[in-house]
Structures are given as C-alpha cells and as structure tokens.
C-alpha cells in the first residue's frame, strides 16, 4: 500500500501534537478525519478558545470530529465511516478499546519519554524533576493498560544541566513528528518489530511515574538539597511554574513563582533565608547549600531577570520563603 492509500485518523490537542500532524500533512500522508478536544472557555472573558489541532486542523481543511465522550454511538458511526487503517494519537487522551481497536492496523501512541520510564500524563515534567540525564520520545501501540504497549521506536537526547521544560519539550515536539513519519512507514512496509515493554525492567518497582502535576506538586520545599530545588525549578519551567510564598517581617505574605535557578557555591545559611546584595543576585538557603534565583514573578507582575527585580525591588531584612 502507498501512503496516499493509507487513510490515517489522528487524534491530538496541544500544540505537542500539531508538530506530528503537520509533518504529516507536509510529506502527504493520507489524513482523512482528526480528533480533538471539545472547545472550552478561557480567560477572563470566557471566550470559547480552540485546541491548537483544531486551530491547524481547520487551516488545512482537514475533516474534523470532537466527540464529548468517546464511546457515544453517534462518534462512533462518524469514525468508524472514515475508514481509516491506522490512528496517531498524540496528547489526547485515554481511549476505550472499541476506539484503538477499530482500524486494521491498529492505534499507536507518541509519548514524551523513553518508555517504559515515565508512564503518566507529565512525563518531560517528571524526567527533570528526577534529575535526568536523557530522555526522549517513544512510539508505541495503545493497549488496554494505559502507556504500557508494545514499543515501536523510540529516540534518546540529552537533557543538560539547566534545561527546563520549554526546551526539552520543543526538541522532544520536533523529533516526535519524526518519529512518527518513520513508524508509519515501518507500518506501510510490514516492517514492525514491536517490543513488549516488560523486555525493558525486571521489577515494576524500577519504574518511575509520571503523574498529573497540582498546584502542590509545584510548591518549593527549600528543605531539599540545592541539587533537587532547581530541578523542580526547571521542572516547572514555564508552566505550570514552581512557587514559593514570601514572608517579610510585619507584612503579609505573597505567592511567588519561580522560573529559573542555578546551584552555587557559598557559605551555608538556614533554609529559606534569602542572601542578596539587592543589585545583583539572590540566593536562598536549602536543605545542604545555596540556590541563586535568577528569574521570578511577583504576583500581577510579569516575570523577569533578577537583575531587572532588583533595579525596583528591595527584600528587606529578614525576608525569607517557606
């Protein structure tokens, strides 16, 4: 079969899944229907905002479903009359087998991290949050258990010592459209040799999660070593953003988010308590040594460098997060 003859279903909503649907449309792949998300309201006007997939879906005039609940009949009259022999999936979310299982070829899945390590739903998240060296992107076919299908392909980069999330996620972003291209050809040719992921760990206990982030999920704990406080930092980084509330001597205290962080050396002060020569640096006591904040946001502020903070703003004595 050639790929004009393979008719393809993609479904995906974030910006993370239009890299792969637009690599796909660019080297003339067959996309005949794409699945997104329902529109929602956002922002202080409520203004019905769409997925970025749709947002391209449109551009590209391509057929386009949004079902409210994957196993209503009337979804599933409308996707099983696409035909469709293969489905990408790409940051949706979990399907019901009568949906996977549809088309001959099967449904295949691309997610951000080496699988089978970081199963979940924030796994670029989670693999700086550990303190990762590397990470990557895996292709893989949906089954019953949610990330835990038979690999496909997967490719490895490395994550450097101050990358956060923004950058790893636009490098794992643009090779993932890649990768989905090769394993669509692999499927063409009959070329597939799919891994079971249990090849990959002897006990489930080796594996690391990669659950839902929270609001708490994001607060700092300047009690942990200088090490895993700028890995959450960066974990974090831009969103959903790492915080901190500060506390200063006879006045309220106020949330503050944290963007980005380096580990220095310096003599140790207790944890919590800011260092700063409100010129030029900040640095803030952990569980084992110091960490230097080095972009911040104030609340209704935007965020900025410290530098540009310190030109208008000056902690006070005694000042400290918790």
Avoid at 35 to 44: A, H, L, W, Y
Avoid at 83 to 94: N, P, S
Avoid at 175 to 180: A, T
Avoid at 213 to 223: A, V
Wanted: charged residues 25%; hydrophobic residues 40%; glycine residues 8%.
């Amino acid at each position: 079969m050639n790929k004009e003859d393979l008719r393809i279903v993609f479904m995906g909503t974030p910006d993370f899944a239009v890299e792969s649907l637009r690599t796909l449309v660019e080297n003339n792949y067959n996309i005949v229907g794409v699945i997104t998300m329902p529109d929602k309201p956002s922002g202080r006007g409520h203004k019905i905002q769409y997925s970025a997939v749709k947002k391209y879906a449109l551009e590209q005039n391509l057929p386009l479903l949004q079902p409210e609940k994957l196993k209503d009949e009337s979804f599933l009259d409308e996707l099983k009359a696409l035909k469709a022999d293969l489905q990408i999936v790409v940051a949706f979310r979990m399907l019901p087998e009568v949906v996977w299982n549809m088309p001959k070829y099967g449904t295949f899945n691309l997610h951000g991290s080496l699988l089978p390590q970081y199963r979940g739903a924030a796994p670029i998240n989670w693999a700086i949050i550990n303190g990762e060296k590397e990470t990557g992107v895996t292709t893989f076919f949906l089954t019953h258990e949610i990330d835990t299908g038979k690999i496909i392909l997967q490719e490895r980069i490395p994550i450097g010592e101050n990358d956060n999330v923004g950058k790893i996620y636009d490098q794992l972003m643009n090779i993932g459209g890649r990768l989905v291209c090769q394993t669509v050809d692999l499927i063409l040719d009959n070329k597939v040799d799919a891994i079971s992921q249990d090849q990959f760990y002897v006990n489930e206990e080796d594996l690391k999660p990669a659950p839902k982030i929270f609001k708490e999920t994001c607060r700092i704990d300047w009690g942990k070593s200088a090490q895993d406080v700028h890995n959450l930092i960066r974990g974090m980084s831009p969103y959903p953003a790492a915080w901190t509330e500060l506390y200063i001597p006879d006045k309220e205290s106020q949330m503050v988010k944290i963007f980005a962080s380096e580990v220095v050396e310096g003599k140790a002060i207790p944890v919590g308590q800011i260092q700063t020569d409100n010129k030029t640096y900040l640095h803030v006591g952990c569980g084992d040594g110091l960490v230097s904040i080095t972009e911040i946001q104030f609340a209704g502020k935007r965020a900025m460098k410290i530098d540009e903070v310190l030109r208008g703003y000056k902690f006070e004595e005694g000042a400290y997060f918790k």
